[in-house]
């Protein structure tokens, strides 16, 4: 494709991400920084805090979360797959208006975004991080790593390896028009176990990987490499799924009272 | 597959009539 096709192509997923996912990178840098001009997020560092936090904070699905008896970590827990189920219907129409995308085989959708949602869920979640936390309820709260370590086994073990990808992942110094070409290419892995039709994947993949080289060519032309690190990035992320669905099955296992969300258990089952 | 994932289908059909 010629050179302004392929700038229109980043733009448009640049806007597709504007509109379906509700915070950006750059609005979230801002509210860490405190150059956001709203109120300071509330930093939850302890049990206290977090008590605290729960009563000035607007969570948005109060009736999905279990009450103040239960236990700190389950609370957490199920705060977390609410905005993971969320983020699958974010990240749903966002990969529908990838051009092409639902001309694909359905089954071919359905396993693409299986395989993919997590991925995009877990680069996302990079730009809410730094090294010492990350914002919650959209930038209304700051929780701190170490608060999350200090949980009880196994939840400690939730976002550490997310931290650890997030500090590398953000060293890139990708902005959200980097980022929104990125996961559109993340989404459309021709490589997903069971797709029908892989030919016209890899085409749409191919079109945005050469959307992505020149973005980042005209973006960041002091680090030539940049393309070349951001792809490795893909077998990282898919590291981290792994563990992500091991840990989710350890939990199963052990916390007997432990409910998984219907479109998270369509989504684990059979996935890695 | 997508009979399996009754509730991502019906997000790629029409993702508004979806209660999650």
């Known amino acids: ?272 | 597959l997508k009979e399996k994932h009754k509730i991502l289908h019906r997000l790629l059909q029409d993702s508004t009539s979806v209660d999650l």
């Open chain 1, 1 to 272: 494709p010629e050179a302004a096709d392929l700038r229109t192509l980043a733009r448009h997923m640049f806007e597709s991400y504007c509109k379906y996912f509700p915070i950006t990178k750059a609005k979230a840098r801002a509210i860490m920084t405190g150059k956001a001009g709203d109120k300071s997020p509330f930093v939850i560092y302890d049990m206290s805090s977090l008590k605290a936090g729960e009563e000035c904070i607007t969570f948005r699905q109060q009736a999905s979360v279990p009450p103040h008896g239960t236990a700190v970590e389950i609370r957490i827990f199920q705060r977390c797959q609410f905005r993971s189920v969320e983020a699958v219907r974010e990240i749903t129409e966002f990969a529908k208006s990838i051009p092409g995308f639902v001309s694909l085989d359905l089954n071919d959708q359905v396993t693409l975004l299986k395989y993919g949602v997590h991925e995009v869920i877990f680069t996302m979640l990079a730009s809410l991080m730094n090294k010492d936390g990350l914002l919650i309820a959209a930038g209304q709260g700051f929780m701190t790593r170490e608060f999350i370590k200090s949980l009880r086994e196994p939840f400690c073990h939730m976002l550490e390896p997310k931290f650890g990808f997030a500090v590398k992942f953000n060293s890139l110094g990708l902005d959200d028009g980097d980022i929104a070409v990125f996961i559109a290419i993340v989404i459309l892995s021709g490589d997903r176990p069971g797709l029908v039709n892989v030919k016209p994947i890899e085409d749409l993949q191919d079109s945005l990987l050469q959307a992505l080289a020149l973005q980042l060519k005209l973006n960041h032309p002091d680090s030539p490499h940049l393309f070349a690190k951001l792809l490795q990035k893909m077998t990282d992320l898919r590291q981290i799924v792994t563990e992500h669905v091991q840990l989710l099955h350890t939990i199963r296992k052990t916390e007997g009272e432990m409910n998984l969300h219907p479109l998270l258990q369509e989504i684990y089952k059979d996935l890695y």
